[in-house]
Every structure is written in structure tokens, then in C-alpha cells.
């Protein structure tokens, strides 16, 4: 009697199980569904890290420009024949970088810049370069290889010795103080023995470019102005640019300066400096046009006459 009620409910419950098809059917939706969200989940966190990347380069490039800007502001001429007021040169060689329209591109430049100013019966000469940086954080040479991180150095010197400071020692007769020799460091066989004094401030820069306006609102780029020497079509490392190289001496300034900055993204910049070769570094580099953020201000020289 027991046998003949277990056969029907064994028969029944065989009837009602999954077949392998069915089971594998199964598996597919899941597997499919989980990929989906997978997916939407990697470009929610992917749309996020680029939010978070972009604020910060845009905070660390606001920052870096309104520095500039509120040192620039304050540029004072020495009123000298030997003081430099300001300067202008290249560092690196300029590189194009292609835009996403085909057979377009960008000029990335890197240059320095020195400027004075004056406060408290102190002087003090003021420069900004594109550096790089040792594994410690300290700068320790030029960023020739077109990215490198801007950095800051401030040297003050007394009213009272700013008129008698000599030229650089190597070159008596350069129209160039003490000032300019202490903050540059640019005697005629280069050696960068303080590029470790500069500050580091913003990283990935990748073009740092600066143009001087006279009172016009002109960009100056003849020599048609009182104790301003300019060179145009600048010629760095053999190489013919189209730059434009000033010194501004004695009681000479502009009135207006241009400052461009160019910042790399983190997340490009750290994958460019994992690259052992420089030439494929530098072909990555090239396709990250997208990766760059852009600033720029024209920024009013108080001093100006």
C-alpha cells in the first residue's frame, strides 16, 4: 500500500523539476543582467572619478592663476639701467599636440618667467618655471620633455643694497642685477645649481605660455619701446619657433600681461610617467588633447606708465 501512494508522488515531482535547458536559460538572463549592471556601474564610477579629477584641476589651476596674478599685479620697475624688470624666455622646445579634428593641433610652449616688486623698503625678484620634480618632491631640473609641475621662488633684498647688487659674475656687462642672477640663475654656461629653491604648486603642467600688451592693448612684438629688448621667432635648442622672448630694463614695463596654462588630468598624467620611453611617453601625450584644461587672464600691471 505504501509503494503503490509513493510512485504518483514521485512521478509528479519529476514532472515538475527544471530541465537542463531551462537551467542554462536561466544562467544566461542572470549572467546577462549582472554584465549589464556591471557595465552601468563602471561608467557611473568612471563618470565620477572624471567629476572628481576635473574639480580638482580646475581648483588647482583657479588657484595657480590667481597667485600669478596677485604677484604680476604688484610687478614694480627698479628704475635702473642694470635692473631687470622682466623676463620672458623659453625652457623647452614647443610640441604640437593633435586636436580631434583631423590634421589640426596645438601648440604647447613652456617658458619662464622673472618680474620684481617692491614692499616694506624690500625688493624682491620673483620667478616661475615648469619643473621636475625627484622622487623626493624636490625640482631638480627643466621639464624639457613638455610636462613638468610649475613651481615658485621668491628672493628679497634691502632698498638699500638693491642699487648696488653687481651683474652676474661670469658676465660683468649684462644689464641684469644680483636679483635676477639669485632667482634665475642663468649665467652663460647654464648650470640650474637652484632650481631646488623653487616651490612646487601646481602638477601637470603641460603649456605655460606668457605675452606682453602695452598701453594700446597691442601684443608687443617690435623693438619700438624704450628699454625693451624682444626677440620674435625665438630659436631654442637650433629649433625655429614662433615665440617671443622679452626684457623689460630700467623703468620699462607692460601693461598688461597674458598668461596661458595649460593642466593634464591625474589619471593621464600618472599613466604618461609610467612609461619608460620618453618617445612613446611623448606619442601618448600627443593624443590627450582632451585630457587638457585650459586657463587664461589677461592680467593689469598697476605700475604701469
Request: aromatic letters at 10%.
Given at each position: 500500500?505504501?509503494?503503490?501512494?509513493?510512485?504518483?508522488?514521485?512521478?509528479?515531482?519529476?514532472?515538475?523539476?527544471?530541465?537542463?535547458?531551462?537551467?542554462?536559460?536561466?544562467?544566461s538572463?542572470?549572467?546577462?543582467?549582472?554584465?549589464?549592471?556591471?557595465?552601468?556601474?563602471?561608467?557611473?564610477?568612471?563618470?565620477?572619478?572624471?567629476?572628481?579629477?576635473?574639480?580638482?584641476?580646475?581648483?588647482g589651476?583657479?588657484?595657480?592663476?590667481?597667485l600669478?596674478?596677485?604677484?604680476?599685479?604688484?610687478?614694480?620697475a627698479?628704475?635702473?639701467?642694470?635692473?631687470?624688470?622682466?623676463?620672458i624666455?623659453?625652457?623647452?622646445?614647443?610640441?604640437?599636440?593633435?586636436?580631434?579634428?583631423?590634421?589640426?593641433?596645438?601648440?604647447n610652449?613652456?617658458?619662464?618667467?622673472?618680474?620684481?616688486?617692491?614692499?616694506?623698503?624690500?625688493?624682491?625678484g620673483?620667478?616661475?618655471?615648469v619643473l621636475l620634480?625627484?622622487?623626493?618632491?624636490?625640482?631638480?631640473?627643466?621639464?624639457?620633455?613638455?610636462?613638468?609641475?610649475?613651481?615658485?621662488?621668491s628672493?628679497?633684498?634691502?632698498?638699500?643694497?638693491?642699487?648696488?647688487?653687481?651683474?652676474p659674475?661670469?658676465?660683468?656687462?649684462?644689464?641684469?642685477?644680483?636679483?635676477?642672477?639669485?632667482?634665475?640663475?642663468?649665467?652663460?654656461?647654464?648650470?640650474?645649481?637652484?632650481?631646488?629653491?623653487?616651490?612646487?604648486?601646481?602638477?601637470?603642467v603641460?603649456?605655460?605660455?606668457?605675452?606682453?600688451?602695452?598701453?594700446?592693448?597691442?601684443l608687443?612684438?617690435?623693438n619700438?619701446?624704450?628699454?625693451v629688448?624682444?626677440?620674435?621667432?625665438?630659436?631654442?635648442?637650433?629649433?625655429?619657433?614662433?615665440?617671443?622672448?622679452?626684457?623689460?630694463?630700467?623703468?620699462?614695463?607692460?601693461?598688461?600681461?597674458?598668461?596661458?596654462?595649460?593642466?593634464?588630468?591625474?589619471?593621464v598624467?600618472?599613466?604618461?610617467?609610467?612609461?619608460?620611453?620618453?618617445?612613446?611617453?611623448?606619442?601618448?601625450?600627443?593624443?590627450?588633447?582632451?585630457?587638457?584644461?585650459?586657463?587664461?587672464?589677461?592680467?593689469?600691471?598697476?605700475?604701469?606708465?
Open positions: 500500500m505504501r509503494s503503490s501512494k509513493v510512485q504518483p508522488f514521485i512521478r509528479f515531482a519529476r514532472s515538475r523539476a527544471f530541465t537542463v535547458v531551462e537551467l542554462l536559460v536561466a544562467i538572463v542572470l549572467t546577462l543582467i549582472v554584465l549589464v549592471l556591471y557595465g552601468l556601474f563602471d561608467q557611473v564610477q568612471r563618470a565620477l572619478r572624471g567629476n572628481v579629477a576635473q574639480v580638482d584641476v580646475l581648483e589651476g583657479r588657484s595657480a592663476t590667481q600669478m596674478a596677485g604677484d604680476l599685479e604688484q610687478m614694480e627698479g628704475n635702473l639701467p642694470a635692473s631687470t624688470n622682466l623676463y624666455s623659453l625652457t623647452a622646445v614647443p610640441y604640437r599636440q593633435a586636436l580631434l579634428v583631423a590634421g589640426t593641433n596645438r601648440t610652449v613652456l617658458q619662464q618667467l622673472f618680474f620684481s616688486t617692491h614692499a616694506n623698503k624690500t625688493w624682491f620673483t620667478g616661475y618655471r620634480l625627484s622622487t623626493n618632491g624636490i625640482a631638480n631640473q627643466l621639464a624639457e620633455n613638455g610636462v613638468g609641475t610649475l613651481c615658485r621662488y628672493f628679497p633684498v634691502n632698498d638699500s643694497d638693491f642699487p648696488n647688487l653687481p651683474p659674475p661670469n658676465n660683468p656687462g649684462a644689464a641684469r642685477t644680483n636679483l635676477f642672477w639669485q632667482v634665475m640663475n642663468q649665467p652663460l654656461n647654464s648650470t640650474w645649481s637652484n632650481l631646488t629653491n623653487y616651490q612646487p604648486i601646481l602638477d601637470g603641460v603649456h605655460f605660455r606668457i605675452h606682453a600688451f602695452d598701453t594700446n592693448g597691442m608687443m612684438v617690435s619700438i619701446y624704450s628699454n629688448r624682444i626677440i620674435t621667432n625665438v630659436v631654442f635648442q637650433s629649433t625655429a619657433t614662433e615665440e617671443i622672448q622679452y626684457t623689460f630694463t630700467n623703468s620699462a614695463l607692460p601693461a598688461y600681461l597674458e598668461v596661458q596654462m595649460g593642466v593634464l588630468e591625474p589619471h598624467l600618472e599613466r604618461y610617467k609610467a612609461f619608460p620611453d620618453p618617445t612613446v611617453a611623448s606619442n601618448y601625450l600627443a593624443r590627450q588633447v582632451g585630457a587638457v584644461h585650459l586657463f587664461q587672464q589677461r592680467i593689469p600691471i598697476h605700475a604701469a606708465k
